[in-house]
């Protein structure tokens, strides 16, 4: 395993012949949300993730972070990887990330993987939520958005388990407020992906927790809807797991790789019979 | 005159008249005002600033939202001790005024809006400024600069000589941060169009007629929600209709204010 910076973002890459799999976290976390996905795949697959420009140790240096900005940024950790084709796994903002990079060049994926994220941009009243909470932040209100946030990013059992509450508490303590409020602008700068349309040629897992609160099951319906309609091999896989929230991975982490790794084998098997 | 009103830059010439204050555009600062703050300087007592990050105002960490910048209007406000003013916003100075008006109706005697709209910024507008971020960040100023500015006025106005020059001085005050950190804020800025209805405070619309940034149809928009509101097209004019015809602007303005004051 290396680490390596690319255009001061801080990549993990555990280097290797085998397939390529990235993880990309989401809001307001770091990559290591994913360590226990890192650990189940690292001796099948090349696997690689990164903090997102503003959190752990990626640097913005000015603070101006666009969604397009992190669509960009992954363009470029791949090339500067010589990655011709991945497969990409990104919950929640990190899923907003793969959909627009799909959008713009779907022909570096080998499969796409989406956790409790959504097609739609925010609407005035997130906006509006969003632009107080970095007020809030700002006048030293950090530990009052995160106690309010946190227990929305989990299921009600989850809430009870101190272990994960601490795994949560430690990696969003990697973050700086800068960060945190320079994230909360690039997820108010997401454009719309269900009016503008993607086409997607590669097989395509969405997972979500089924006692996700910030995204509804309504968001899930619309995007697996939203993918049957635009995919042009049909393959696409949904599932929810039961018992947990958004941070699914990290609540139901063995029956997250179970689904991962089920539907990469079907890929597998499939191109072995072609 | 100058006083800085934590960490924004604001004019303030003081004298006890009704309060006539001015919010600038993008990505100008507080120096596009000075056709009319000459104008109006003897019978109100003008005030005009420089938004968080651009000009002579300050941004420590550039993470802000449009509720910032609506938040420093309203902070000026009360810091000046003043119990109501007539905003002017052109353009982004107009979203500003926007939001603010719609948080705290109270302190606005009335309200003047040039050269903007009420709808937030859709998925190509938004994708074109993350653009421009990305070029300035790379060197390309200049080219942003010199593309925007033919943009702002008319065909006409930028044949003649002057105004381009004057613009060009203005927009250098301004940091390239301050510059990308705006760029952000009008882009995650919110419709306020429907929450425009529930005013009834005088409004007044300008628009340039040769606009094409926020063309007259999007003042028509803001007329019709806005229950009582007068709006004026002006002649020869682009979007920077307070510098273009600067005479028209300014008699416009001043009927309407004298009406209201």
């Known amino acids: ?274 | 005159m100058l006083k800085t009103i934590n960490g924004i830059s604001v004019y303030d010439n003081g004298i006890g008249k009704p309060p006539l204050l001015f919010v600038h555009a993008f990505p100008l600062n507080s120096g596009m005002w000075e056709p009319q703050i000459k104008y109006f300087g003897n019978d109100y007592r003008v005030i005009a600033y420089d938004v968080r990050g651009l000009g002579k105002s300050s941004s420590e960490d550039n993470l802000f939202f449009m509720e910032n910048y609506a938040d420093d209007l309203v902070y000026i406000i009360t810091a000046l001790n003043l119990e109501y003013v007539n905003a002017v916003g052109l353009s982004m100075g107009g979203y500003i005024i926007q939001r603010a008006v719609v948080k705290n109706p109270s302190l606005f005697r009335t309200l003047v809006l040039a050269d903007t709209k009420g709808e937030k910024d859709t998925d190509e507008a938004l994708l074109a400024r993350s653009e421009i971020v990305k070029s300035i960040r790379n060197g390309g100023r200049n080219n942003f600069v010199s593309g925007f500015i033919k943009k702002l006025i008319s065909g006409d106005n930028y044949k003649k000589s002057g105004l381009v020059d004057t613009l060009e001085k203005i927009i250098s005050e301004n940091s390239d941060k301050g510059i990308c950190g705006a760029l952000n804020v009008l882009a995650t800025r919110t419709t306020t169009l429907n929450q425009l209805e529930s005013l009834d405070l005088p409004a007044l619309i300008l628009v340039g007629e040769e606009d094409i940034l926020t063309p007259p149809d999007c003042s028509k928009d803001l007329a019709k929600n806005l229950k009582n509101s007068e709006m004026h097209i002006i002649k020869n004019s682009g979007h920077l209709s307070n510098m273009e015809n600067p005479d028209e602007f300014n008699s416009l303005l001043e009927k309407f204010l004298n009406k209201h004051n």
Request: with cysteine.
């Open chain 1, 1 to 274: 395993m290396k680490e390596v910076r690319i255009l001061d973002v801080n990549v993990t890459d555990f280097e290797g012949d085998k397939e390529p799999i990235l993880f990309l976290h989401s809001f307001p976390m770091t990559a290591e949300m994913w360590n226990r996905q890192i650990e189940f795949f690292k001796d099948k697959f090349r696997v690689i993730s990164y903090d997102l420009r503003g959190f752990g140790r990626s640097i913005s240096r000015d603070n101006i972070v666009t969604m397009e900005k992190l669509v960009n940024d992954f363009f470029h950790i791949i090339n500067a990887l010589k990655i011709s084709t991945v497969h990409a796994c990104g919950l929640s903002m990190g899923g907003y990330i793969l959909m627009r990079a799909l959008q713009k060049d779907s022909q570096r994926f080998s499969s796409v993987t989406l956790v409790n994220t959504k097609l739609t941009k925010d609407d005035n009243e997130v906006l509006l939520k969003r632009s107080s909470s970095v007020i809030k932040i700002q006048s030293g209100g950090r530990q009052a958005f995160l106690g309010k946030l946190i227990p929305v990013l989990i299921s009600p059992e989850s809430r009870n388990n101190p272990k994960i509450l601490k795994e949560i508490n430690d990696i969003i303590s990697l973050n700086s407020d800068t960060g945190i409020c320079s994230g909360l602008i690039a997820l108010s700068t997401r454009t719309d992906l269900s009016e503008t349309g993607i086409e997607i040629p590669v097989p395509v897992l969405i997972l979500s927790g089924m006692d996700d609160e910030i995204n509804k099951k309504q968001d899930i319906d619309e995007l697996l809807k939203f993918v049957r309609n635009n995919s042009k091999n049909k393959f696409v896989l949904n599932y929810a797991i039961r018992g947990c929230g958004h941070l699914c991975n990290m609540e139901k982490p063995d029956e997250f790789n179970l689904i991962l790794q089920y539907f990469l084998n079907c890929i597998e098997n499939e191109r072995h019979i072609r």
